[in-house]
Structure formats: C-alpha cells, structure tokens
C-alpha cells in the first residue's frame, strides 16, 4: 500500500516538474521525486540502490538548482504610492509605511497580474517594492528595472527608453486592449537628472 501511495506520488512530482512555469520550481520537484525514489528503494530493500539515488539525485539537483538561479532573473518593480498620506478605508499610509489593503489591491489589479505573468512567460519572477519617495527620486534609483505610479484611474508605467523588453510588454497591452487603464512613458536616466 505504502509502495503504491509513493509511486503515485512520484508521479504527481514527475507531472508538476514538467509543467512548472518556473525552472527553480520544477527543480525542487525534482528533488522530491528524487527523495521518493531513494523512499521506493528502501521499500522494496536496495539499501545501495537508495543510497546512490540519494547521492545522484541530490547531487544532480543541487547542480541544477545552481544553474537555475544562475539563469533566473528577478524583475523588481518599484510601485510609488500616490502621496506621502493616503487614506483608504480608513487607513492611512504615511511616509514610511504602506497599508497591507493598498498593496493588495495594487497586487491583484489586473495591469499588474498581465506585467507578472508576462514576465513569468519570459522565466523572470517579478518582486514587487512598494515606494514611498516621489516619482522622480524613485527613477534615478538603479535598484528597481520598472517604476509604477497611480495616476487617476490608470496606472503609469515608467520605463527606460532603451529598454526592448518594455517595448514588447506594450504591445501585450495594446494586443489584449488594455491601454486604457495603463500609461507608457519612456524616459532617459540621464534626463531625470
């Protein structure tokens, strides 16, 4: 029963490794396949046989998992908030501190989902930093690849006009017709200044 429980597991991992949208997630999938089999082995007593899978599979995982970080790319989106005190629902965000309801919002607005997911598409896992400087001060800082501001109803984007990867995440916005809720604008770092 125990034997059959594990290879059914091992088969969920084997289908979640293979159709992870994150190569660091389907890594740990593998590793846990990996464990199970060194589990199955045991079972059916081939202590060597566990032993090898153990070391193999670990060691060939920590090697992938090594080359998935290396590969991944982590896109930090800088997200200003309107002023230094804003009240939602009576909550109010001042200098310094941003309301778990404003991130939240912001976070599953449907601009924000469309930029994560397109860039998940491309193997890069967005982080989103929730700013409290002006605009201006939070372009000049090289930290963040991508700076959003609230403006109304929309949402600006503000990206680097050298930047190929924001031209084509545009023209996602304009394929699936959502540029009325999101604003484009391209500046220099050097013209900030």
Not at 92 to 103: F, I, P, Q, T
Not at 107 to 124: L, P
Request: aromatic letters at 10%; zero cysteines; charged letters at 20%.
């Amino acid at each position: 029963m125990i034997e059959v429980g594990t290879l059914i597991l091992m088969g969920v991992f084997a289908a979640l490794a293979i159709h992870s949208p994150l190569i660091r997630l389907s890594v740990i999938y593998l590793a846990v396949f990996s464990l199970l089999a060194a589990f199955l082995y045991v079972l059916f007593a081939a202590p060597e046989l566990a032993i090898a899978e153990a070391v193999i599979g670990s060691g060939l995982v920590t090697l992938l998992y090594l080359a998935a970080l290396k590969r991944s790319h982590v896109y930090t989106i800088g997200v200003v908030t309107t002023s230094n005190v804003v009240t939602t629902r009576n909550v109010v965000m001042h200098s310094g501190l941003v309301s778990d309801r404003y991130a939240e919002r912001i976070e599953r607005s449907k601009a924000v989902q469309e930029i994560r997911d397109f860039f998940i598409r491309r193997e890069f896992e967005t982080q989103l930093v929730f700013l409290t400087v002006p605009t201006g001060q939070a372009l000049l800082d090289p930290a963040y690849d991508l700076v959003l501001a609230e403006d109304g109803e929309d949402l600006v984007v503000y990206t680097d006009e050298e930047s190929y990867v924001m031209v084509e995440l545009e023209l996602v916005f304009q394929m699936h017709d959502s540029m009325s809720k999101v604003k484009f604008i391209r500046y220099s770092p050097e013209a900030v200044l």
